[in-house]
């Protein structure tokens, strides 16, 4: 997927986010690095009847990096987007490298009107709404987020204190949520909707959530270890605060003779005129760009 020869399209393709254009056409936002490494959000559109055909690529990004020494001058990572009174709310990631650790990152917004896609995203200020706090003393990242009845809702990446394994220190996180009235300023509840269950299991990331017409929520998400790459979880939950985990019914399985290699992660689930479609990476951490696939789910 990634335009080697690019200047902003270097490599990777991680953190898909499908937004419908009709007539089967869909738009798919996701994040590249540069030349430098930095993060910035691009996209590409697609026929969902033959998905893996690139119909258009964007010529330019659609947010860059902040400036240098502000929250986001490493990069910013699309994360998920949501359409409000006629804007577009674009939640993403923006990150530094670290010092003592390799990295620290924190939530922010860009925003534009509705109904024009090809229009860049514009920040709605130079820092982030959403950063190491009281609450969240290691890092918040990688919001999801829905609305209903009034309710902005968000499942978000808290970090876990970093692990030292062997001669590298490792992140560890897993997924809280809080709420909000507006979008922008959040009430970090402290609730664990979904926390480690497997032997050895020290990350949950990309938590995808949908609330069904019965009013249940399914999600669907990417687990790892230390020792283990991602794979592709599923859980339920009656309220969308707490969950149950059931990753034997994800619907998707690792084929490590394919181009996905090592692991899959990083799951977006949106329902198409084709039926309930899986965006996701593979390779080691989304190197290998993303892939679709049509979810079976007994």
């Known amino acids: 997927m990634a335009d080697s020869n690019s200047e902003w399209i270097h490599s990777h393709g991680i953190l898909p986010i499908p937004r419908a254009l009709g007539e089967f056409r869909y ?18 559109d697609i026929d969902i009847r033959e998905p893996t055909k690139v119909l258009r690529l964007s010529k330019s990004p659609l947010l860059t990096p902040g400036a240098l020494g502000y929250f986001d001058d490493c990069g910013a990572i699309g994360c998920w987007i949501v359409e409000h009174d006629g804007i577009e709310h674009l939640y993403y990631q923006g990150w530094n490298r670290g010092v003592t650790v390799s990295f620290y990152v924190s939530v922010g ?17 130079s820092g982030p709404i959403l950063d ?14 829905l609305i209903h009845n009034g309710k902005w809702r968000m499942w978000y990446q808290s970090g876990r204190p970093w692990m030292r394994v062997g001669d590298q220190l490792l ?17 970090l509840t402290g609730i664990k909707s979904l926390s ?5 299991e020290v990350a949950i990331a990309r938590f995808c959530p949908l609330q069904e017409r019965d009013g249940y929520y399914q999600a669907w998400y990417s687990y790892r270890g230390n020792d283990w790459g991602y794979c592709i979880g ?14 034997d ?11 996905e290699r090592s692991m899959i992660c990083y799951p977006y689930v949106f329902d198409t005129e084709m039926g309930r479609m899986m965006l996701y990476n593979s390779g080691r951490y989304g190197e290998a760009g993303f ?3 049509v979810l079976d789910q007994a």
Do not use: K
Not at 173 to 185: L, T
């Open 27 to 44: 738009r798919i936002y996701f994040t590249p690095r540069d030349r430098q490494a930095r993060s910035n959000i691009s996209w590409l």
């Open 109 to 125: 917004i860009a925003v534009r009107p509705a109904g024009d896609p090809d229009r860049p995203f514009e920040r709605i200020g």
């Open 132 to 145: 190491r706090c009281m609450e969240e003393p290691v890092f918040i990242s990688d919001p999801a987020v």
């Open 171 to 187: 992140p560890s996180y897993d997924i809280r949520y809080a709420d909000s009235s507006n979008g922008r300023h959040w009430n």
């Open 196 to 200: 480690f269950e497997h032997p050895g």
């Open 234 to 247: 599923f859980a339920t939950s009656t309220d969308g605060e707490r969950w149950t985990r059931r990753d």
């Open 249 to 259: 019914q994800a619907g998707i399985e690792l084929d490590p003779d394919s181009w």
């Open 291 to 293: 892939g679709i696939a």
